[in-house]
């Protein structure tokens, strides 16, 4: 089974700040990588797949890159809307699995 | 819009079996993946499982020789059956859709069905 460790567990940063977090993986998964937002009470909502590519209506501000090993979410300037639950999401191999998840909370 | 509805019972007894269904509204079941996923505090989130439209399934390892997931296309619904449940099948389970135009990642989900494992 493939595991996704993320780090940090929580980021704590202000509105109008960047947010970097990292997700990496104990194989190699190609660009088979998508970045999932949740906030509480939600379920998980699609913001990149395939590495680098947004979903429907994600905001410019979401990006993502890395192949292999080693992937990155960027939020380029935090909205108040964007304070959640972020999860990596691999399917190079089944059982595909998730990362822990990395929290984004308001400094 | 594809909209997901989780239905079954919230409480089920140990060595019991868990049932849940899910109900899917604005779309076909056909053409797409079908997918329980389910979330605890202690294991985060798990894949269970999925059926496609064609009927062919997979399961997680950890869980296969406890688990049943079908369709019902006339319905446009799928069901998530786990036997033998323990405490450690408490979880809030998610039913999920995975098709080409997400590239095979889960883009519509269900709210999500609390179940509890308690006698």
């Known amino acids: 089974e493939i595991v996704l460790t993320q780090s940090p567990a929580t980021l704590s940063l202000s509105p109008g700040e960047r947010a970097t977090l990292s997700c990496r993986a104990s194989?190699?998964?190609?660009?088979?990588l998508a970045w999932y937002q949740q906030k509480p009470g939600q379920a998980p909502r699609l913001l990149i797949y395939?590495?680098?590519n947004r979903a429907a209506g994600i905001p410019a501000r979401f990006s993502g890159s890395g192949s292999g090993t080693d992937f990155t979410l960027t939020i380029s300037s935090l909205e108040p809307e964007d304070f959640a639950l972020y999860l990596c999401?691999?399917?190079?191999?089944?059982?595909?699995?998730f990362g822990g998840g990395t929290k984004v909370e308001i400094k | 819009q594809v909209q997901l509805q989780e239905s079954g019972p919230g409480l089920v007894k140990p060595s019991e079996t868990l049932s849940l269904t899910c109900t899917v509204s604005g779309g076909s079941i056909s053409g797409y993946y079908w997918s329980w996923i389910r979330q605890s505090p202690g294991k985060g989130l798990e894949w269970i499982g999925y059926?496609?439209?064609?009927?062919?399934?997979d399961f997680n390892p950890s869980l296969r020789s406890r688990v049943t997931i079908s369709r019902d296309s006339s319905k446009n619904q799928f069901s998530l059956k786990v036997k033998s449940v323990t405490a450690a099948d408490t979880a809030l389970y998610y039913c999920?859709?995975?098709?080409?135009?997400?590239?095979?990642?889960?883009?519509?989900w269900g709210q999500g069905a609390l179940v509890t494992v308690s006698s």
């Open positions: 395939d590495a680098t």
């Open positions: 059926v496609h439209y064609t009927g062919s399934t």
């Open positions: 999920a859709r995975s098709g080409d135009d997400s590239r095979g990642y889960p883009d519509y």
């Open positions: 194989q190699s998964i190609t660009s088979y």
């Open positions: 999401l691999q399917r190079s191999g089944w059982p595909h699995t």
